[in-house]
């Protein structure tokens, strides 16, 4: 108990009568105690109670990552495989979507308590065959069960019982029947506060064009990719054995491709990042400079509501004109409007072809006041920039300020890729893919190449 407050509950009066009939020796004594334990409750702000509350650990170079001031990280491991999303139980177990052929789902824990991964068991035999492996992803806990997806499917277990790290029968299998397809097919999931579930369905092409990726062609108009894909859709997030055609709600359109999306409580609302297209002055030469082609259109983080279209394959974003634009398969020229202005902006826009794979809301108190409540991005990198060097490669941070989240973002993590150029993604030392809050306010970051995974904390030095 706060014994300045518990005094002070009575007002002067109060305070006063404790204080005149104690003897002076005693008075002085309880004087002497309340100011001091007043002092120190007014010494730690909320930011640094909260820090109390979670170790502070962190290696000397930090992993190999800079970070803002007061920052610090830790190598929880260096190396478990192709890592993609990853979620944290209350008990701090690490659950990571992989690409291995031992299980799709390695399950991690510290046993004695120093942050580093002592125990590692996989499970998971639904990762699938095909072309689509490499980018399988979706990791999730939520309301006692183990979440996760693959091309195909959207599954579950119930959180393992007692000291048992990985769950021991068959998951139950949530949403099913998407359409088959070779590009954008990950499934990746976010929960909201109402039971339900939300689940993107990438476009299977870049931009709807008659003859895929070939210069010229125009496209499709209307698109009948938008049906069944490019889209995010909505199931229950409790009910077995659904199906996209049967019982997804179409939630919203005109979205390219969502690797990363996250649920915001304090508005009720879904967030996603969109993948842009690729390929402007490939695919059109005469229009677009190798410049444009490497910085446009922008990498969008969308607030989505039920019903709306972000204007995919028609549009795309010009973060450099702070407008939606039509696209050159639809008639544009990188000026032209047209029905664009009838689609939804995004809320913030980032630099053409970074691969924003995950979006993660800070829910933890043990950061600074100013992220509460912000977004941390977490972008992959890019492979379309050439001869332009690539870019990405880091974490990213966006501000929730006066009631949403800001249109101006700032680096937050960087130093992945190991060298300062980058011609081919292939040269990156590692890659950000998946963001995660642990129950004590800490951040984990995964990386894709190697599997290594960073615990960031808050030490205020």
């Given amino acids: 108990m706060d014994i300045k407050h518990s005094l002070s509950t009575s007002g002067p009066a109060g305070s006063y009568m404790i204080f005149h009939k104690t003897p002076l020796l005693l008075t002085t004594l309880l004087m002497f105690t309340v100011f001091l334990i007043a002092g120190c409750g007014n010494s730690a702000n909320e930011g640094e109670q909260s820090q109390a509350a979670t170790d502070i650990v962190c290696d000397p170079d930090n992993g190999g990552i800079t970070l803002p001031d007061g ?3 830790s190598v929880v491991v260096d190396s478990i495989g192709q890592a993609r999303h990853i979620a944290i139980a209350d008990n701090g177990d690490i659950y990571v979507k992989t690409r291995s052929e031992e299980g799709g789902v390695a399950a991690l824990r510290d046993t004695d308590g120093d942050f580093k991964v002592d125990t590692i068991e996989r499970f998971s035999d639904m990762t699938p065959t095909g072309s689509g492996i490499l980018w399988e992803t979706g990791m999730r806990i939520h309301n006692g069960y183990i979440y996760a997806s693959n091309t195909e499917a959207i599954y579950r277990w119930p959180m393992p019982e007692g000291d048992a790290l990985v769950p021991e029968d068959d998951p139950e299998i949530i949403a099913t029947g998407f359409p088959e397809q070779d590009s954008h097919d990950s499934k990746s999931i976010a929960f909201d506060d109402n039971g339900y579930m939300y689940v993107n369905v990438g476009a299977p092409s870049n931009a709807c064009q008659e003859n895929s990726r070939t210069a010229g062609s125009p496209g499709i108009d209307p698109c009948p990719q938008l049906e069944r894909q490019a889209g995010i859709w909505r199931f229950h997030a409790d009910s077995l054995g659904q ?13 390219r491709n969502v690797v990363g999306l996250d649920w ?11 993948h842009g297209r690729d390929q402007l002055a490939t695919l059109w030469p005469d229009l677009y ?28 974003y010009d973060q450099q004109k702070d407008q939606k634009v039509l696209a050159p398969e639809y008639g544009g020229d ?17 630099p053409g072809h970074w691969a924003p794979n995950d979006l993660q809301f800070y829910t933890g108190d043990h950061f600074p006041e100013r ?21 990405g490669y880091k974490v990213s941070f966006i501000p929730f300020e006066d009631g949403e989240l800001s249109s101006s973002y700032e680096t937050f993590a960087d130093g992945f890729a190991g060298v300062d150029t980058i011609s081919g993604p292939g040269e990156a030392e590692y890659r950000p893919m998946g963001l995660a809050v642990a129950p004590d306010g800490a951040l984990f970051i995964s990386d894709s190449k190697k599997g290594k995974i960073w615990r960031v904390v808050y030490s205020g030095e």
């Avoid at 199906?243 to 979205?255: H, K, N, P, S, V």
């Avoid at 410049?291 to 394959?313: D, F, T």
């Fill in 71 to 73: 920052f610090c990280a």
């Fill in 243 to 255: 199906t996209q055609q049967e019982d997804g709600l179409r939630y919203a359109a005109g979205i």
């Fill in 264 to 274: 915001n409580s304090s508005e009720n609302a879904l967030y996603v990042s969109q």
């Fill in 289 to 316: 400079t190798q410049e444009q082609n490497a910085e446009l259109p922008a990498e969008e983080i969308l607030r989505l509501s039920e019903g709306a279209n972000a204007g995919w394959p028609y549009c795309y």
């Fill in 334 to 350: 990188g000026e032209e409007v047209g029905r664009c202005a009838d689609f939804l902006d995004p809320v913030t826009a980032f």
């Fill in 371 to 391: 992220y509460r409540g912000g977004a941390f991005v977490a972008f992959h990198g890019s492979w379309n920039r050439a001869p332009l060097p690539q870019q």
